[in-house]
């Protein structure tokens, strides 16, 4: 991306699963300091350390905090992990939301991410994909839970009901490697985007790949 790591204020984490934190004490240990990491009191205790002795801010999930200018709203979502949050980050008349890993989208989640001028969330799976893929049966079961993974229909229910007209910019990411394609999850939330008839900007975030930088005036 063409950022500075020794720059960073502070790291948000928002649940323990590897696949979000495998980075974690690399980023956190910095070159001259070590970085102030982020994180709900029980996900704390669940974080492999690695013998890092870590700058930790520890916080109460649906608590608010403020990072520098930035002014933080924790909330709870439903995913199986100990204690896993979504974020929106204020700063500057521009509100950011943040959401992945969560099986379902409750009306508390669709409160706090109102009024969002950019929002993050996943489109994981395409639910046939899923179905017939390589994955074993209790994985599936675990990915199309109340707790596992939104699918790009799920998605798509979202923007047509619950996508606030506030979002300018809407970016889907979290993508599974074997059970979705990123034109699956663009075709299907375009399609829901045009239907609502809303001229919201659409991204894919793909693995591995840095997006384009989204500003706001």
Known sequence: MGENIDALDAILITHEHSDHTSSLVPLA????RRVPVYLSHLTATAIDWNGLEPVVERFQAGCAFTVGDFAIQSFTIPHDAIDPVGYTLQAEGVRVGLVMDLGYIPESVKYHLRDTSLLVMESNHDLYMLKVGPYPWAVK?????????????????????????????????????????????????????????????????????????????
């Open 29 to 32: 240990r910095g070159k001259g």
């Open 141 to 217: 079961q675990r990915v199309m839970g109340r707790k596992g993974h939104l699918s790009n229909d799920a998605v798509s229910d979202f923007i047509l009901e619950g996508l606030d007209r506030s979002v300018e910019t809407l970016v889907l990411g979290h993508l599974s490697e074997h059970n979705n394609y990123p034109a699956t999850v663009h075709l299907v939330a375009s399609q829901a985007l045009t239907r609502r008839g809303l001229g919201t900007q659409l991204a894919v975030a793909e693995a591995g790949r840095a997006s384009e930088v989204f500003t706001f005036a």
